[in-house]
């Protein structure tokens, strides 16, 4: 192999490496932010008993879009880190039976594999959360007056 081969290589795998750590980093944002909007979005609503019914229910396509776009950087995650494990195999030699060098071999054999289901659970919540406000947070319509009476 030669010493371009072998650069462009090195160089790939820097460059794949730091799209996945801002791709989980992004995830991470994008649930805060879908919590920020949402808390924003209900107060107002709340605050604010004269807007038309349908705005309530703008927090679920919100959550929906959110969550969606959370899995979608998910699996663009899970397809570079098996791009990865791929490139150390070769370098390294092997299978990910073995305890070869590799930050993707060494995180698929120590993984939590519980994050990615806490993930979907919050997504899930949000969601959940977003078609139960328009019903539970809404304020009740004001009691129309019967009959009027003029105050001297």
């Not at 192999?1 to 795998?13: F, G, N, P, R």
């Not at 801002?22 to 924003?40: C, M, N, Y």
């Not at 997504?123 to 406000?133: K, Q, R, T």
Request: with cysteine.
């Amino acid at each position: 192999m030669t010493t371009d081969y072998i650069e462009i290589q090195l160089d790939q795998y820097r460059t794949l490496r730091a799209e996945a750590i801002s791709h989980v980093a992004d995830t991470r944002k994008l649930e805060v932010q879908v919590i920020s909007v949402l808390g924003a979005l209900y107060v107002w609503l709340a605050t604010h008993p004269s807007v038309p019914e349908q705005l309530w229910f703008i927090g679920v396509p919100i959550s929906v879009i959110g969550g969606l776009r959370a899995l979608i950087l998910h699996f663009r995650v899970l397809c570079i880190s098996a791009y990865l494990r791929g490139i150390e195999e070769k370098w390294f030699g092997g299978t990910d039976t073995q305890p070869l060098p590799g930050w993707e071999r060494y995180r698929r054999r120590n993984s939590r594999a519980w994050l990615s289901p806490i993930a979907v659970l919050i997504w899930l919540i949000l969601i959940a959360a977003s078609v139960y406000a328009p019903k539970h947070l809404r304020p009740a319509p004001a009691d129309k007056p019967t009959e009027i009476r003029f105050v001297p």
